[in-house]
């Protein structure tokens, strides 16, 4: 037996001599001899139907299964100890990544030849010389399995070759079924084309599991036996060879584990001696050890450290998830084809958008705070994508990262705020129809809580409540109720959790009405609020985050590229809405004026890029958000504490400030562009009243307030009918002589002289506001409607001596039933209808009673 295998190499090109491969027709007897039998747990002779139709068919199903095989790329295998290198999108170098950083690794040249012999001897004593499958192995373990079933007091022997363990452990399939077994020894028969025996073995030393926390050899021998792996004895070379079969069973970590464990080795030594992998004198030496084991459960655990950078680090992840998603890998595997196998790795990173990150996260002016709740300092987080969905930059925490492996960018789920209602309730609601942004509701007092009815739910920021409210200016505003009311009684809680699964937020479980504010048990990541986000700069386009586009390995050779993964989610003429609502935000709302980027010229002419977004808050003020985009990048930055205490007033805006710091310095130079060149078509335009979000009239611009008259768009569809005017605003006659207990005028009687009467416009509200409990407050526009119902106190038939003083009172309506009324007021019959309005006779046979309004 050659025992210098590991150093052969076979030959690119095998000639037909060398290279005595099985017939396609053998491989698949062979392969559904075993798998039938593990399978169905009998005995059956697939001869007799080899040649026939049936046995025709029976092949042909098996070799559709084994060409189906999702297989394990042995190229990538292939080259191992060289580092990786990850590169920006403009083709530097920004990080080289060592084998030695990721995990306990030994090379073959390294590893004890005593040791190599040992697994050999036990797990696949055939090794050097089958093709990743042992013909013999598997007719032994058959005719064993059928004495097993018949009765015999036998040990079972399995038929997987090293090659097919490693596999195995690559993949982590070991479910027993036909189809698995097929694809993993078809998927061994390909691995041996193109890895050397050497190479698969240290893949396959450096993988195995060892029991426990511990994969690989040298974290083996360091955790049993608390040596290198290249200090191991023979005899501790066996026992650690015999613990994979069964590492519960055989791993020594008590007494009856090592008595199983040191009969087992005697085992593999004696198979040693019976293969001539050992001498007799070695045997009987080894026999002779008395194993010292010095179990250390700590040894297999890895401290994740990363000198890298956040990008980095992000970039090595997504490569990794992708590697074990499509080729199947275990997340080990993963790492060690990204470290070990000179990959050239391609970012998205744009360096001069990660350098206005890495400057403002090191900058202390953000980040120096001392806050009563907490001895922590305060952290925040940010990523940068552009329109299609690149992410071009990130940074996970305050300072420099100094070996954290914990991203807040991308890993930290906090609640998300009212940062939460454009891509939940307000873009859904304008796309499905269901709203406008002249959509108006009441923003009064609300009680939503189902279990605790007499509690206020929810409530506006402000504390208040203002009335009449559009969409638009709940935005821009962001105002709780009136988003909570929209999601509630127009867009429906499914059907925004629909839309935001679509956005790459799948929380649709949490079908509750705190959602309106961000309330979800379980948070947002920046990452997950910027893709969202992406939408509103790239025209209703969601595309999932990308951190690199292409792999090449140590050749040159393309081996991944990645295409963007895009979703239309939004109409274009959603966006186009959304995108102007969102740039009152910045301009007149709360994120005014951090939201907005300038930057002067070399002219010194200020140039302004457009932008939008909206803020968050949560409960508390625990967390800060913004999420705000121009035509080029979008941007999320969030701002809080690691332990989630409440902000100090002092750092309040840092989340927009850290937003507006790196976004002016990204956008430097760049020219300013509207965010749609044009309009896009099914876009109309309407005057509307902003209290009633129908066709405004004359009198809605004579409101009190002010003008109450906007130039809104909407879908084609949705916009209010010419016909459909404004029915809030009413005119009425007003005395200015009597007021409310809000100093509104009362409404003018038939009594009122005329220099007390005005023409006032005031407000009607569609559904009359009525307070749950007395000391509810009205909101704050009711002081603008009219006093229905209430009319002048002050005059009266009883009116005699003018002027008017405020000291007059009469009811609202007379109950006096002779009319005979003073002359000379408006709308009064003339005096000489009734002689003289001073003499007695014109108001004798009245009775006045005792009521208490008279004049005296």
């Known amino acids: 037996m050659n025992k210098n295998f590991g150093s052969r190499r076979k030959p690119d090109v095998a000639t037909a001599a060398s290279k005595k491969e099985p017939s396609i027709g053998l491989i698949i007897l062979a392969l559904f001899m075993k798998a039938f039998l593990i399978s169905l747990g009998i005995v059956f002779s697939v001869l007799m139907v080899v040649g026939s139709a049936a046995g025709g068919m029976l092949a042909g199903g098996i070799y559709g299964i084994i060409k189906t095989t999702p297989m394990v790329d042995a190229e990538l295998f292939k080259t191992m100890g060289f580092n990786s290198y990850v590169y920006d999108a403009e083709g530097n170098v920004i990080a080289e990544l060592k084998r030695e950083e990721n995990r306990v690794w030994i090379n073959y040249e390294e590893i004890p030849k005593m040791l190599i012999d040992a697994f050999i001897a036990v797990e696949d004593k055939r090794f050097e010389e089958h093709k990743g499958i042992d013909f013999r192995r598997i007719g032994s373990a058959v005719i064993t399995y059928g004495k097993k079933l018949l009765g015999a007091d036998v040990e079972m022997e399995g038929g997987s070759t090293i090659t097919q363990q490693l596999i195995k452990n690559l993949t982590k399939r070991d479910d027993v079924t036909v189809p698995r077994k097929l694809q993993e020894q078809w998927q061994a028969l390909q691995l041996e084309k193109v890895l050397t025996k050497e190479e698969i073995l240290t893949y396959y030393l450096n993988n195995i599991p060892m029991g426990g926390n511990f994969y690989g050899i040298e974290t083996a021998a360091k955790g049993y036996f608390g040596k290198d792996v290249r200090e191991l004895s023979l005899a501790e070379c066996a026992s650690l060879a015999g613990i994979t079969n069964w ?451 004359d009198l809605c611009k004579r409101d009190p307030r002010g003008g109450r008259v906007i130039e809104e768009i909407f879908i084609e569809g949705t916009q209010p009918a010419y016909s459909d005017t404004c029915k809030v605003h009413v005119e009425y006659d007003a005395c200015t002589a009597s007021h409310d207990a809000q100093n509104r005028y009362l409404l003018a009687t038939e009594y009122c002289p005329a220099e007390t009467v005005v023409k006032k416009v005031g407000i009607k509200r569609p559904v009359e506001y009525k307070p749950k409990f007395p000391n509810d407050p009205y909101p704050a526009d009711s002081i603008y409607e009219i006093p229905e119902g209430e009319y002048c106190t002050v005059h009266g038939p009883g009116f005699l001596i003018p002027p008017i003083t405020e000291e007059y009172y009469r009811p609202p309506q007379s109950t006096i039933e002779d009319e005979r009324l003073p002359p000379g007021l408006p709308g009064y019959p003339p005096a000489e209808d009734i002689g003289d309005p001073y003499s007695e006779e014109n108001w004798e046979g009245i009775d006045w009673g005792n009521d208490p309004n008279r004049w005296d």
């Open 247 to 697: 590492p519960t069973k055989y791993m020594p970590i008590n007494e009856t584990n090592i008595e199983a464990n040191l009969a087992r080795t005697k085992t593999i030594l004696g198979l040693m001696l019976e293969q001539g992998k050992i001498t007799q004198s070695e045997y009987e030496e080894a026999i002779n050890e008395k194993i010292v084991f010095k179990y250390n459960p700590e040894a297999g655990k890895v401290m994740k450290t990363s000198n890298q950078s956040y990008f980095v680090d992000e970039v090595i992840k997504s490569l990794k998830n992708y590697l074990m998603q499509t080729g199947g890998y275990t997340e080990q595997a993963a790492l060690d084809i990204i470290y070990n196998n000179g990959l050239h790795i391609y970012s998205t990173m744009d360096p001069k958008v990660q350098r206005a990150l890495d400057e403002v996260f090191t900058d202390p002016k953000y980040f120096s705070f001392d806050n009563k709740y907490t001895d922590e300092k305060p952290q925040a987080a940010m990523v940068v994508l552009d329109k299609d969905g690149f992410v071009r930059g990130v940074y996970g925490g305050r300072g420099a990262k100094q070996g954290s492996v914990f991203n807040r960018a991308t890993q930290a789920e906090r609640p998300p705020g009212s940062a939460i209602k454009p891509i939940l309730i307000y873009a859904p609601g304008i796309d499905n129809r269901s709203i406008t942004a002249a959509t108006v509701v009441d923003d009064v007092k609300q009680y939503l809580l189902h279990d605790k009815p007499d509690q206020e739910w929810p409530k506006n920021v402000e504390r208040a409540n203002f009335g009449l409210t559009t969409a638009r200016i709940g935005v821009f505003k962001s105002r709780n109720v009136v988003a909570t009311l929209l999601l509630k009684d127009y867009v429906g809680i499914p059907t925004a959790l629909d839309y935001l699964y679509k956005l790459g937020i799948d929380r649709r479980e949490e079908q509750y009405l705190s959602i309106a504010m961000g309330g979800f048990n379980k948070g947002m990541t920046p990452l997950e609020m910027a893709a969202a986000y992406t939408t509103f700069a790239n025209k209703g386009i969601y595309t999932k985050p990308m951190f690199f586009t292409e792999v090449k390995d140590n050749n040159g050779k393309t081996i991944i590229s990645i295409k963007p993964e895009r979703t239309q989610v939004f109409s274009e003429q959603t966006v186009f809405i959304m995108d102007d609502i969102l740039e009152d935000v910045v301009t007149k709302g709360t994120a005014y004026p951090e939201g907005i980027i300038e930057y002067k010229n070399a002219d010194g002419k200020k140039i302004v890029i457009p932008s939008a977004g909206k803020t968050g808050t949560t409960d508390s003020d625990k967390d800060k958000w913004f999420c705000g985009f121009t035509p080029y990048y979008v941007g999320v930055s969030w701002y809080g504490y690691d332990k989630a205490v409440q902000i100090q007033p002092e750092e309040k805006d840092n989340a927009l400030l850290i937003w507006n710091a790196v976004m002016n310095k990204i956008h430097e130079g760049l020219p300013s562009i509207p965010f749609f060149d044009t309009m896009p078509p099914n876009i109309v335009k309407r005057t509307i009243c902003i209290d009633s979000g129908k066709i405004a009239t």
